[in-house]
């Protein structure tokens, strides 16, 4: 099983990046994959997520600036982040949970992820 994640960078306050999480060794459409972050300091906290069925999950402090999509055909989902801020600075980290385990997935609990990529760092500069 693997996740890779990439795209993650150094970019201004109120710029954009597109991260983009590709999955193997699982059935992808089992499965809601999203993204959880954590900053220095801080716990790990639930970002966005999207469903087998393409059902999408924010926060609320990503609410409005960020778009999560899935690509079933090439197993990958994909977050764009735009109107960065600084206090979105943060390892950000592709995760799996199967269907069915939380409502909503991944948002609220890392409990029921099954699987996890590595980090990739995201900077946002005042």
């Known amino acids: 099983v693997q996740l890779q994640a990439s795209g993650g960078g150094l970019v201004q306050t109120g710029g954009s990046l597109r991260l983009s999480c590709s999955a193997s060794?699982?059935?992808?459409?089992?499965?809601?994959i999203g993204w959880f972050r954590q900053a220095p300091g801080k716990e790990r906290e639930g970002v966005s997520c999207?469903?087998?069925?393409?059902?999408?999950y924010y926060a609320d402090s990503v609410k409005d600036r960020f778009t999560i999509s899935r690509d079933n055909a090439k197993n990958t989902i994909y977050l764009q982040m735009n109107s960065l801020k600084p206090e979105d600075t943060a390892v950000y980290y592709c995760?799996?949970?199967?269907?069915?385990?939380?409502?909503?997935?991944?948002?609220?609990?890392?409990?029921?992820?099954?699987?996890w990529g590595k980090g990739t760092l995201v900077t946002v500069s005042s």
């Open positions: 995760a799996a949970e199967r269907i069915g385990q939380f409502d909503p997935p991944m948002l609220h609990t890392t409990r029921g992820v099954d699987y």
């Open positions: 060794g699982f059935t992808f459409t089992d499965y809601s």
């Open positions: 999207v469903s087998g069925i393409g059902d999408t």
